[in-house]
């Protein structure tokens, strides 16, 4: 442990204050650690470590060193911090080491000393007595004052008093303990757990080196990570495996008073997922704290939703809709932090709930008003989930989801396959009618091209939950055969082609059958219009010949353009397509599906709240949205230049 140069403040015997003894540690654990499980073995470890964190946190040690023993029943937490007081105390009779170790309530850090203790975990002074209580053997290693003191316990109980080793350069604290097998039902550490939980502390303590020695693995890992709270961010979001909503992410630090820091982003997931920590300690319950933070979140969105006037139809979105999909990470200081118990999974500081949202609120709205690009994906993720939220309340009594979506399922029956399985050659048309679908089949380049009829108009599913959806057959097929799932289950590993195509006929209803796969697409299959696979086909409504040239119009206005360009004796054949099964093969692979001749459209999402809406007034149930939207655009469709 190399030393550090930094001022040493006060710290002797008489700093450290004695509220009660050790006996009941043994007879009732549960008290202290949880259950005498597996986690709370693991709690032994974490409580010897947040002394050390301690020791960083106010700027005494900048490195810790955990080594997990070869037999796995054993750890060693070392730190270069100050190192335990080792002289004797003059009201207790008993050494600084001592007085830590063997007495309940006994610490440093009771803030009414000037040992330097400004913000720590060790808020009851009994973590590293109770795992001396609960260990068959403790060994501790005090350097400080240029010596090097050792000290042995068994089961809580001193084995020898302190020990002088000899001179020593450097100062720090070395704790090995072994759990006692009589009080654990399991006494070996796990590997993960321990390293995951000091990757965690390398970021949640930017500056931290810790190193992690496997024994058993004969591994070293060096963790430290200056990227501090939105690197973990980064980290949590990525193992999550849902993709974000923004690019961006919102972070946020308060240096004055006691620290608050703060990172979140908006995700596709269904789940809402908070990492808090007070003093550096993981406070998995929540507390005042996250109550502060979530408080803030509902309070930012509704400001910027009211302050911006984004009006959303037939809906009332909630603060569960808001926090949906949220992943964050919350780091707070507390002078005087108070936990719900001595496990330390609840923050119960009643002021911190105030604190929180007061910083967070103003800094988050102030985010999404100086990028408008990402608040507004972020409401339109809102609107989604209240949707969503409101289609499931109306089916609630569907307990069984159903959703195909897995390569191993076996492809619809009407599906005609292509044979490659290079997505970014392939290709799905789907199809409007079987007489069509026909025609698409002997049209297309069998090598790339998938061609999946559908009978009709599909099932119109504005306010359906994914399962009532897939509930239809049609709809059915086309999940499994694009091969995602859909809803929650959606998975874009699954993808089987590259361009989902949407080839309907070139009329009204055609542009209705469009709408409707749009807006399945858009509720339950949204990351697949995100990444760019969905496209619109454009095929001609009329063809005209002019003598041996055969000219195709896609609508009204184009075949008067085409017909306008003409010399004025020219004689013209005008047909007007009734569906595309009218087209042979040869023609609609010409005009439609040859990637050399064809024009495509790409769907994208420019406003998702825009796209919420129109929807909603489209295909939602009610018909006054419809009806208004009619009416304002009567004229247009009188000369049939209605643009849906």
Request: charge should be neutral.
């Amino acid at each position: 442990m190399s030393a550090l140069s930094i001022p040493q403040a006060k710290y002797g015997t008489d700093d450290i204050k004695v509220l009660k003894g050790l006996e009941a540690v043994r007879k009732r654990p549960g008290m202290y650690i949880g259950d005498a499980d597996r986690r709370g073995l693991h709690h032994l470890a974490w409580e010897i470590l947040d002394n050390a964190v301690d020791e960083y946190i106010n700027g005494y040690a900048d490195h810790i060193v955990f080594t997990l023993h070869k037999s796995g029943h054993a750890v060693t937490v070392s730190d270069n911090g100050r190192g335990i007081p080792v002289e004797m105390s003059k009201e207790h009779k008993k050494t600084g080491v001592d007085l830590v170790f063997t007495e309940l309530h006994a610490g440093g850090k009771f803030g009414d000393t000037d040992s330097g203790y400004v913000h720590s975990g060790g808020l009851h002074g009994v973590g590293a007595s109770v795992v001396n209580a609960l260990s068959k053997k403790l060994v501790v290693h005090v350097k400080r004052d240029g010596f090097e003191y050792r000290q042995e316990y068994a089961k809580g109980a001193p084995l020898a008093k302190l020990e002088k080793v000899g001179p020593f350069r450097g100062h720090g604290t070395s704790v090995y303990f072994e759990p006692d097998e009589t009080i654990f039902k399991v006494v070996k550490f796990d590997q993960d757990t321990v390293r995951t939980r000091l990757e965690d502390t390398s970021y949640v303590h930017r500056g931290l080196r810790i190193t992690y020695k496997n024994e058993i693995t004969g591994e070293t890992v060096e963790f430290q990570n200056p990227g501090g709270l939105p690197a973990f961010l980064t980290k949590l979001v990525a193992d999550g495996q849902k993709p974000s909503v923004t690019e961006a992410a919102f972070n946020a630090t308060r240096e004055t008073g006691d620290r608050i820091e703060v990172a979140l982003q908006w995700t596709e997931s269904t789940e809402e997922s908070y990492r808090s920590y007070a003093n550096g300690i993981r406070t998995p319950n929540g507390g005042t704290h996250a109550d502060g933070l979530k408080t803030a979140l509902r309070k930012a969105i509704n400001n910027y939703i009211d302050t911006h006037d984004i009006k959303v139809k037939g809906l009332k979105i909630t603060a569960e809709d808001i926090r949906e999909g949220v992943v964050a990470v919350l780091s707070v200081f507390v002078r005087e932090p108070m936990f719900e118990s001595q496990t330390k999974q609840k923050l119960t500081n009643p002021e911190m709930e105030a604190a929180v949202e007061n910083f967070v609120r103003p800094a988050l709205e102030a985010w999404l008003n100086n990028n408008k690009t990402a608040a507004e994906a972020i409401v339109g993720r809102i609107v989604i989930a209240a949707r969503m939220r409101e289609a499931s309340r109306a089916a609630k009594e569907e307990v069984k989801r159903k959703t195909p979506g897995s390569r191993r399922l076996s492809l619809p029956g009407k599906l005609a396959d292509c044979k490659s399985t290079d997505v970014n050659k392939t290709e799905l048309f789907i199809v409007e009618g079987d007489s069509a679908g026909g025609s698409a089949k002997q049209g297309r380049n069998n090598d790339t091209q998938a061609v999946l009829p559908l009978r009709g108009k599909i099932l119109n599913t504005e306010g359906l939950t994914t399962a009532k959806a897939l509930t239809n057959q049609e709809i059915a097929d086309l999940v499994t055969a694009i091969g995602t799932g859909a809803g929650e289950k959606f998975n874009i590993d699954g993808l089987r082609y590259g361009k989902i195509i949407l080839l309907m006929d070139a009329d009204a209803d055609g542009c209705h059958i469009a709408t409707l796969m749009l807006d399945f697409l858009f509720r339950h299959m949204r990351e697949l219009v995100k990444q760019g696979h969905v496209y619109i086909a454009q095929p001609p409504l009329y063809r005209v010949n002019v003598g041996k040239d055969t000219y195709w119009a896609r609508d009204d206005k184009h075949k008067e353009e085409i017909l306008a360009g003409l010399r004025a004796n020219a004689k013209t054949e005008v047909t007007r397509f009734k569906g595309l099964g009218e087209m042979d093969a040869k023609d609609l692979a010409s005009t439609t599906l040859d990637r050399k001749t064809r024009t495509l459209l790409r769907v994208q999402i420019d406003s998702p709240t825009e796209a919420d809406n129109a929807f909603v007034e489209l295909l939602g149930k009610e018909a006054e949205y419809r009806y208004k939207f009619i009416m304002e655009r009567a004229e247009q469709a009188a000369t049939d230049e209605l643009d849906v």
